[in-house]
């Protein structure tokens, strides 16, 4: 049986950069939703569309935040060897920088 402490809720907000799109946000959750992560941060690239009608954030928020590839331990870290649940998480797990190390699930 799947014991709940081994489950985790993701969810990243998204903006485009040069076509592609790449992480602004990250939550990760305990299934309590006790929150184990949750950092905006600075993608690669310049922004080309914000989606700030989703988010609220654009390049003037993002600057002098960390890089996404400052978090890419911690984010392995916490989701290792969890269950991972979210809304529509396989958009979120095609961002390879970050999420890679998923790769062989898809």
Avoid: W
Avoid at 26 to 53: C, S, V
Wanted: glycine content about 6%.
């Amino acid at each position: 049986p799947l014991d709940p402490k081994d489950i985790c809720v993701l969810d990243c907000e998204m903006v485009e950069c040069g076509g592609e799109q790449q992480v602004i946000s990250i939550a990760i959750l305990d299934i309590n939703g006790q929150k184990l992560f949750n950092k905006n941060m600075r993608p690669p690239g310049n922004i080309t569309n914000a989606h700030k009608e989703i988010h609220n954030m654009s390049q003037e928020h993002i600057e002098g935040l960390d890089s996404a590839y400052e978090f890419k331990r911690r984010i392995e870290d916490t989701l290792y060897d969890k269950t991972i649940v979210g809304f529509a998480i396989h958009n979120d797990l095609k961002v390879k920088y970050l999420f890679g190390f998923f790769s062989k699930f898809f």
